[in-house]
């Protein structure tokens, strides 16, 4: 950029400095309408399955290796992050019969859509969820997860993880449990099962989940679909919250205070069996809309505080 003299001898005097003036910004860095790297494309079914079977007898799941056989999608726009999107990491995860993919927590949120086999469940924080085809089980961050196989045959499923919008605020955090995840025995498995709802209608208030199950989604959808729908979705439905009818994610930072602050909400939306929608709102005022806390002190956590490793 071509700048006067007396500008060209400020900048010298500034850069030093480490301080920056704002007419140094290229015109190209502030387009009229939005420039983004992500680019269409089609990822075939049979190559990802294809790759999760070759990866099946190489990559193992034990402690001490990479604990996770999974392959992440990546958008030929981002090769150098390995991203599927500038927000998402979407990937596939196969585990065999008799594996256990040892426990840990990370910063990021993740949601997972079961593909196929029986048998093998989740633990999130000692509940125990069994894996059927086509449920959506949640794991907010900051929760210890667990995945387990006690089938006879494959599972797969797809995880979509909040990895790359995380990473670009620098708060990526992993965390490794030591030994088994327990189960807690105690726990009503029916208490954190999800609901869904036809897209634009409210819900009353219930308790909060972390399954949704795609037998009693479908059903749903299919009801949905003998009537008129929605004039612009058609049969189309979100997974909510039915502790509020809001977000099926409200996700919380933890501050130096020893509590934790609002940081942002998460909407899905599903059509014909499809995420078709995925909304990330980071404004934490949107959580006294839904009726939630601006705040939360280590009471209120939830079980992810009080479940202790052994020794």
């Not at 990330?280 to 939630?292: C, R, S």
């Amino acid at each position: 950029m071509d700048q006067p003299k007396e500008i060209q001898e400020l900048n010298d005097l500034l850069r030093p400095r480490w301080i920056s003036g704002l007419w140094n910004l290229d015109h190209a860095e502030r387009p009229s309408d939005p420039k983004t790297r992500v680019k269409p494309h089609l990822w075939k079914w049979h190559d990802v399955y294809d790759s999760l079977v070759q990866a099946k007898d190489k990559i193992s799941v034990a402690r001490g290796s990479v604990e996770r056989r999974v392959i992440r999608l990546v958008n030929p726009g981002l090769a150098d992050t390995e991203m599927t999107s500038h927000t998402i990491l979407l990937s596939f995860q196969l585990i065999q019969p008799g594996e256990v993919a040892p426990a840990h927590r990370h910063t990021m949120s993740a949601f997972r859509f079961i593909l196929q086999g029986h048998g093998a469940y989740t633990n999130v924080d000692g509940n125990k969820m069994v894996m059927e085809d086509g449920d959506l089980i949640l794991t907010p961050h900051g929760c210890w997860h667990e995945h387990a196989h006690e089938g006879d045959e494959n599972m797969v499923w797809i995880d979509g993880l909040d990895v790359p919008f995380v990473q670009a605020l620098q708060q990526i955090s992993f965390d490794p449990y030591k030994g088994r995840l327990p189960v807690n025995e105690a726990i009503d498995p029916s208490l954190f099962h999800g609901m869904t709802r036809p897209v634009g209608t409210t819900t009353s208030e219930s308790p909060q989940v972390l399954h949704y199950q795609w037998r009693d989604t479908y059903a749903s959808l299919q009801r949905l679909s003998r009537t008129s729908g929605n004039p612009f979705d058609g049969a189309a439905l979100e997974y909510v919250n039915p502790a509020n009818g809001g977000p099926t994610f409200a996700l919380y930072n933890p501050t130096p205070e020893g509590d934790y602050a609002a940081w942002a909400i998460v909407v899905m939306e599903t059509s014909e069996g499809r995420v078709s929608g995925l909304h990330h709102f980071i404004y934490p005022e949107l959580f006294a809309e839904f009726g939630l806390p601006l705040r939360l002190d280590k009471e209120h956590v939830g079980q992810a505080d009080e479940l202790q490793q052994p020794a």
